[in-house]
């Protein structure tokens, strides 16, 4: 192997080389002001990004699972509650809904998106649950309990079907919480209202992750609740902040939640940078479906773009049926790779006493087999991915029926 030819799954290094002295400036600011927690630095940011994002209000925590927590409760899921989501995502979605007391029922993915399928959840809601008129709530027939929210999680930088989720919660008087972690930016044409959406603005709250991996990432944890809600996320500032309503006035029990003032302003400087990042990002992920397309193999099949979604490529997602060797061989020549996820959470131990089993959710369960995440980020060079799609090309199976066609309308 040699060094020179390392293609890293992820390069966090490069933009902040580049970013430095902005960065560094940051750094000095805080400690003039020795302004830490929350403060001007933070209200900023929160400003900003709620712009970003087209919402009203932002409200800066300390991380992703964090602004999940908070916007539930906030939104007004509570003990006793179910909440549906998907298996094929990473534990905090789950975490969070546990935690606020609520206990999380899954539904199957969209093949072809990867995405929480709208069909699926109308099957659960009118299969598995029953509408009790009188009390103008759903009610899961296994557990007895209310079901109250939809979590849809937008993976690897593309929006849910949201019009078809919406339309359903409205039906059924859900509250929906995007798990927008991983979709700083991600754009969605809702048809109903025929304008671009962007990602944490459909939902009544959404949350964002700003782990230093992430599109908009912190040099530290960081995440923020967006919500068009004034009552909502003043709740979701309580909660970040020990219930307080001003110091030492506890309305209710909240947590330590805050966003640090160095975080806050590390995220500010970068947000005028996510556009271009995007782009690059975009610009990469056209490039890697030129680059898959020409090897003429169609036993690597690349995750679909609805005409209706703007990815903004957090992961890029491939399907392979020998993806665990795939994984070796690129590693032995350098080639850094991820599994998003490997064991889908209905399968995992922390799970068993939901009481789901190998088989309720085949599609996830098929998927997590065969994908594989490819180096991704705004910086990754044109003759990396060659790099990339050689070594693939050299590795795959091509005996064998093709993987499914992903084809959408
Ligand atoms: C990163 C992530 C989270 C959690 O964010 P943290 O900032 O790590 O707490 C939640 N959901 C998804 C889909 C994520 O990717």
Redesign the pocket.
């Known amino acids: 192997m040699n060094t020179k030819d390392t293609i890293p799954f992820l390069d966090l290094a490069t933009m902040h080389i580049e970013l430095e002295q902005e960065l560094t400036e940051v750094f000095k600011r805080a400690l003039r002001t020795a302004g830490f927690i929350g403060g001007p630095m933070v209200e900023e940011f929160e400003h900003a990004f709620a712009e970003f994002c087209g919402t009203k209000y932002c409200v800066g925590v300390g991380?992703?699972?964090?602004a999940?927590r908070f916007a539930l409760m906030a939104a007004g899921v509570k003990s006793g509650d179910v909440v549906i989501t998907v298996p094929n995502?990473?534990i905090?979605?789950t975490e969070a809904i546990s935690q606020a007391g609520a206990e999380p029922r899954f539904v199957d993915i969209d093949e072809r998106t990867y995405n929480m399928d709208p069909a699926k959840v109308r099957e659960y809601l009118e299969g598995s649950c029953t509408v009790d008129d009188r009390l103008g709530v759903v009610i899961d027939n296994k557990s007895g309990k209310p079901v109250t929210a939809i979590v849809p999680?937008h993976?690897y930088g593309q929006m849910a079907d949201m019009d078809s989720l919406v339309e359903l919660a409205e039906q059924y008087k859900l509250i929906v919480i995007e798990?927008a972690?991983?979709a700083h930016g991600a754009q969605y044409f809702s048809k109903k209202e025929n304008r671009w959406r962007t990602a944490g603005s459909m939902g009544r709250a959404a949350?964002f992750?700003?782990?230093p991996g992430?599109n908009l990432g912190a040099c530290g944890?960081?995440?923020a609740v967006t919500t068009n809600e004034e009552g909502l996320a003043q709740k979701s500032r309580m909660l970040r902040d020990h219930g307080q309503t001003k110091k030492y006035h506890h309305a209710l029990e909240g947590y330590n939640g805050r966003l640090d003032a160095i975080q806050a302003g590390i995220l500010q400087v970068k947000l005028k940078y996510l556009p271009q990042w995007t782009e690059m990002r975009r610009t990469a992920a056209s490039r890697y479906r030129e680059l898959i397309s020409a090897m003429g193999n169609d036993k690597v099949t690349v995750s679909c773009e609805p005409e209706w979604s703007r990815c903004v490529y957090h992961l890029f997602v491939v399907r392979v049926e020998n993806r665990d060797e795939l994984i070796k061989q690129l590693a032995s020549t350098g080639i850094g790779t991820g599994i998003h996820y490997p064991i889908p959470l209905h399968l995992q131990n922390a799970y068993v006493g939901l009481g789901y089993k190998t088989g309720d959710f085949p599609i996830t369960e098929k998927v997590a087999a065969e994908i594989l995440s490819l180096p991704m980020y705004p910086h990754l060079r044109g003759d990396q991915q060659s790099g990339v799609v050689r070594e693939l090309t050299k590795s795959v199976v091509t005996e064998g029926p093709s993987l499914m066609e992903p084809k959408i309308a």
């Open positions: 991380s992703g699972t964090d999940l995502t990473f905090a979605t999680v993976l798990d972690c991983q949350a992750s700003f782990y992430k944890e960081a995440g």
